[in-house]
């Protein structure tokens, strides 16, 4: 059983696209095994785009995660980052085919609606970023 942090972001949220974003990941037979509703602190922003640090882009990537709440989640199941990333589409949404989350709800890739680990290491840094143990199921 693998797992996986999903993020939708501020404009997710702003969008009332968190239902939807679950309900896909659901269909797909994937589970929810932690939710939350957060403000990102400024210091966990740079803790989660650390990989970003020194980049043209990065205070950009900081301001916009904190500006707003997000819907935080752990998603598990069979090959489950695989499967989120595919279902989340490509990080330009202009790349995105439809069907995907980001091909069907964004515009830009300042603003893709949503994150998703890309590999085993990374997931385990960035849930222990937003979750405790004792918070997930």
């Known amino acids: 059983m ?7 972001k501020p404009d997710g949220v ?3 696209l968190i239902g939807e974003i679950i309900a896909r ?17 400024k ?12 980049k043209p882009f990065f205070d950009e990537l900081v ?3 904190t500006s707003g709440p997000v819907a935080a989640m752990i998603i598990e199941g069979e090959n489950a980052i695989k499967a989120v990333r595919r279902l989340m589409g490509a ?6 085919v439809p069907g995907s989350i980001r091909g069907d709800y964004a515009l ?22 937003f979750f405790t143990p004792e918070e997930i199921y």
């Not at 210091?43 to 020194?54: I, L």
């Not at 990080?91 to 995105?96: E, F």
């Open 25 to 41: 990941f659901e269909r797909r037979g994937l589970r929810v095994a932690a939710l939350k509703l957060v403000k990102i602190t």
């Open 91 to 96: 990080t330009n949404p202009l790349d995105s």
């Open 108 to 129: 830009s890739i300042g603003e893709n609606i949503v994150h998703g680990s890309d590999g085993e290491e990374s997931a385990a840094r960035e849930i222990k970023n």
């Open 63 to 65: 301001d916009f995660i």
């Open 43 to 54: 210091k966990q922003a740079k803790f989660h785009y650390a990989e970003h640090d020194g």
């Open 2 to 8: 693998q797992q996986t942090l999903v993020l939708v």
């Open 14 to 16: 702003r969008k009332n």
